[in-house]
């Protein structure tokens, strides 16, 4: 009986320690191309926790490592919705294709945290609606200052209720109150702007009582930062004036880039702490300055000023690895090695590659338009270089049997290898050469004959600089590939912004 217990206790212990969530659900009538994804929705470089697709009865396994406790964001078929998940436990839940993750119930572990969020969230629109902000402005802004007072002492008493009516976990009480605080400082600003608007002058300050209400909501403002992007938002508003003054005095002066000329910005804004600045930094940089087509130059800008002005070690270490996936490799690198799998079973390596320059053509059966479209332009591409390159086609399924069936199907006549990365996007492949879905268009990516990354990875064959690197490595010059006005741009490489939640229902959950 004492081993017994002792077995029992440990098995607690590893739950508790555990890092991992656990997923499993069904989506009704879902397409089986339709993928699910899971990201923090609170980070600054929100890359994908896992990418999964379903099974032929709709069916999802899977598990991914949490960075915390916290909201996460999940998208399937172009719709998005938020909830609470705590490391460690088992995500459970149904949907049907039609109205998932707008709607859907949860079951077990994460049931009472987000049944909780759900009657929060519900609370709160229902009190809410019932204000009529310009007209509780144009009473006076001590009047707008006590009815929104008001309005988050009722609401806060409202989840103390809620939280144990279903025994909600501390932390995600505190978030509910910290996400009312942000909502409401999201307001001030507009409030301000409408009274200029409506005073006539530009130069309006407002009133103390207004300015004390304000500095109260945000006195944890590290933490707001950290946990809620519309604080960064909020934030960032609140200085976008200053920072357009700033960027209009220094105009031709010298050519920096938008991120530089933020970093000199705050420098001098002492009101700000240096996580503000780091958090703002890391927003500024993911939304104005990461494409594919970022230069070899700009990453290494990027990268220097990652390192110098970022100080908190997560996001700097977050940013690292934004820059990576979403600017590649530099030329001249050795590429990474990593051991793929023959349609035969057997291990292949990208070594026994060299001595010709290798085309690395990475695609997953889901791929949009992969048959119809990509493939064949770049098959059309491939057997007029084929002569001088070697041609890998990496196919990042979920499972071996699905990468067997759709390479024997989609590649019959194809020149060249087709290979899987055992484990898919979780594979050790995708670790090392920073693939995730949304890079699946196909990618691209071009190595010399010595092994070396030999130029960035690019989404569409008819690109002229990939067809500028793909004739100065064979020695040909190529003719105009056909593309009768179709565009193979790949809208889904813009990774998501750094951690801007989009408004979402709250899930439906049962016991």
Known sequence: MRKLIGLFVLGLLFIACSKKIEIEGTVKGGSPLERLEITEASGVATLPLINIGADEKGKFTGS??????????????????????????????QGVAGTFPTEFTIKGDAYANNEFLKEAQKAL????KRVDIMQELQKGE???????????????????????KHKADKEVLQWKKADLRTGILSVIPQVIMMK?????NPNYKP??????FENKLQDNSDELLKEHPLYRQYLLSKISDDFQKFVEKNQGKVEQSTTQLFVDFLKGRKELT???????????IAQYELSQNTTEDNKK???DLIEKEIKDTSVKENMKKLLFVIGGFSKGEEAPKATLKTSDGKSFSLDSQKGKPTLLVTYASWTPMLQEINMPIIKQMVDFYKSKFNVVYINFDDTEAQFKKTSSALLKGYHGTPAYAEGGLSSEFAKKYGIY?????????????????????FYNPGEQEFVKLMDQLSGLKAPEISQDGVSLQNDLLSPPTSGETPAAETPKTEK
């Not at 919705?81 to 436990?89: A, H, V, Y």
């Not at 629109?125 to 809410?128: A, D, H, K, N």
């Not at 002492?153 to 409202?158: A, H, Q, R, S």
């Open 142 to 164: 001590e009047n707008f200052v006590a009815v929104f007072t008001k309005i988050q002492n009722e609401l806060e008493k409202k989840f103390d209720e809620l939280a144990e």
């Open 207 to 212: 009133h103390k009582s207004l300015a004390d």
């Open 196 to 200: 200029k608007q409506t005073s006539g």
């Open 437 to 457: 879905a949304f890079k699946l268009a196909p990618g691209l990516l071009v190595l010399d004959k010595e092994g070396k990354i030999a130029g960035p990875s």
């Open 125 to 128: 629109l229902e009190r809410t």
């Open 274 to 284: 240096q996580t503000a600045k780091d958090y703002l930094t890391a927003f500024i």
């Open 64 to 93: 991914f490592e949490a960075p915390k406790n916290g909201m996460y964001l999940l998208s399937y078929g172009g719709q998005q919705n938020i909830f609470f998940l705590k490391r460690g436990q088992k995500f459970e839940f």
């Open 301 to 303: 800008k990027l990268n």
